[in-house]
């Protein structure tokens, strides 16, 4: 019962010299993995490019609004604030805190209206200091108040 050249598909067919024809071969897995890697890899390598180097100019350009040339800042400096920060027991050392304020104001009317009330706004800034320095001073007693016993 031989199989005449008709029925044969052409993998199958012998050639020429009566052998068979070596059937065609699927790719393996390996090589389609490590083709799939590489194109991975290179999409990873053209990405960063763009996003390292590429695409800033204009996305910087487009990222920093412009502010209106018509309205500049105003900063107005206050004077240096000097707080003792220690607490009334003298178990310590003097501790001093100096702070240099500066208020950056929207026009130039509204540093006229802060002056008249600039001995006030010290005073909040000293006060606030001062209490904030008897709380880490009193948190400060207490760690180590329990750390003797």
Do not use: W
């Not at 090589?31 to 799939?36: E, K, M, P, S, Y």
């Amino acid at each position: 019962m031989a199989k005449t050249n008709g029925t044969r598909s052409e993998a199958e067919a012998p050639d020429e010299e009566g052998k068979a024809a070596p059937a065609k071969r699927k790719p393996s897995r390996k090589l389609i993995i490590t083709a799939v890697a590489g194109l991975v890899g290179l999409g990873a390598i053209g990405g960063g490019y763009y996003f390292l180097f590429a695409g800033h100019g204009k996305a910087e350009a487009a990222a920093v609004p412009e502010s209106p040339p018509g309205k500049p800042v105003v900063f107005l400096d206050m004077p240096d604030v000097l707080v003792n920060l220690s607490a009334s027991n003298g178990s310590e050392r003097t501790q001093y805190l100096k702070v240099k304020v500066t208020l950056e104001l929207p026009n130039e009317t509204m540093s006229a209206q802060i002056q008249p009330l600039m001995p006030r706004l010290m005073d909040a800034f000293q006060t606030y200091l001062r209490e904030c320095g008897r709380r880490i001073s009193t948190a400060r007693q207490a760690s180590t108040g329990s750390r003797r016993s």
